[in-house]
């Protein structure tokens, strides 16, 4: 067997045992492209009307809160700009929990609760990150058949490469005629629209197997000279608790920080689980992306703040390893590209889910055809 015909094999044999994996995981990729955009559309619930007074304090906002949900644990609380709603997340792992609570930040009405885990894009999220099975098979379904498409993308390359330059025309350009037969016409589609998103394919793969995989991350951290621990790690209280204190010092972090960085777009607030753990908030700097924010940790007891041993701190001390980790989301989704990015992002999910069609009817028509000779 020569090696293009090795390479054929292995191609075909990767591609019809993965196919409908990399079809759905491209086609809800399509999907969860604008949904920022989207949601953007009928979230009018989340504005309030500005008064002249100061808002709830973390604490206040989790009491409210709990009211909702008393058995539920509080993830965090979103402070955004003076016209905004408050936020509290509640998230537990077993049973899967995933709901919010919109506050008026004046009143603390209750404005409205909000399922994640239903609804349209909840769905296509199941669908891309677990084929809509339990979390422990579909994840790892997921991630196996990704990374089994890079190795389909890498080798279809290979095949693509033309046996002589003449050759090369008809495999960056479509040439059909009225003749054309759609055998032709299939092998076509399947040819060129690989080769011409197989770059940007094999980027959204690999930063999709970046999300789960987490040794994944390790090697090309380290491999982008990376020194500290690539995880992220909440740093203990550097001062010890005083039980009299009747004043709580995180009621008066989130004015702090909106003094400090009047143009972050929010702050998510992350209450410590012990006495021992230091206060955590993510800063928000740009609408739409995450890999520029700041992960900041205070002492609880003296909101000083304290510097973290994990990869995830203020951006600006961030070392290109560090960078490369942090943008691997937004250019998974395209949002490192704004808009235009989401708009390619979405083409090449949507080209990249008609390789798998194309490819079942290259090989169905390769075999009926010997069927019928």
């Avoid at 009211?67 to 965090?76: A, E, I, L």
Wanted: net charge positive.
């Amino acid at each position: 067997m020569t090696f293009k015909k090795f390479i054929l094999q292995l191609h075909k044999i990767l591609g019809l045992t993965t196919g409908i994996v990399v079809f759905i995981v491209a086609i809800t990729g399509c999907c969860w492209a604008f949904r920022d955009e989207i949601e953007s559309l009928y979230d009018d619930y989340k504005k309030v009307e500005v008064k002249n007074q100061a808002i709830l304090t973390p604490t206040q906002a989790k009491k409210l809160a709990k009211d909702v949900f008393p058995n539920n644990t509080v993830h965090g609380t979103l402070f955004k700009k003076a016209d905004d709603a408050i936020e509290v997340i509640f998230y537990d792992a077993d049973p899967e929990f995933y709901q919010s609570v919109f506050l008026n930040p004046y009143s603390g009405e209750v404005i409205q609760v909000d399922n994640h885990l239903t609804g349209f894009f909840a769905f296509i999220l199941k669908g891309h990150m677990r084929l809509w099975f339990p979390k422990e098979i579909g994840e790892q379904i997921v991630g196996a058949s990704i990374l089994i498409f890079i190795l389909i993308i890498i080798s279809g390359f290979i095949l693509w490469i033309p046996k002589k330059r003449k050759n090369l025309k008809q495999r960056i350009k479509f040439d059909w005629k009225k003749t054309t037969r759609w055998k032709r016409k299939n092998f076509d589609l399947h040819t060129i629209i690989g080769f011409y998103i197989c770059a940007l394919a094999l980027v959204l793969a690999f930063t999709g197997s970046m999300i789960s995989y987490n040794w994944m991350k390790y090697i090309v951290y380290k491999s982008f000279n990376g020194n500290k621990e690539a995880r992220f790690i909440i740093p203990e209280n550097q001062r010890a608790f005083k039980e009299n204190d009747s004043i709580i010092p995180m009621d008066y972090l989130i004015v702090k920080l909106l003094k400090e960085s009047p143009n972050a777009e929010s702050f998510e607030l992350h209450y410590p689980k012990s006495a021992e753990e230091s206060i955590y908030v993510e800063v928000s700097n740009s609408k739409g992306l995450y890999y520029d924010s700041d992960y900041r940790f205070f002492d609880q007891n003296t909101l000083e703040e304290i510097e973290t041993p994990g990869i995830y701190g203020k951006y600006k001390d961030a070392k290109l390893a560090e960078k490369i980790l942090r943008m691997n989301y937004d250019i998974h989704i395209g949002a490192i590209g704004g808009l235009p990015g989401k708009i390619i992002a979405f083409f090449v999910s949507l080209l990249t889910a008609s390789l798998p069609v194309t490819g079942v009817l290259l090989w169905y028509g390769r075999k009926y055809k010997k069927k019928k000779s």
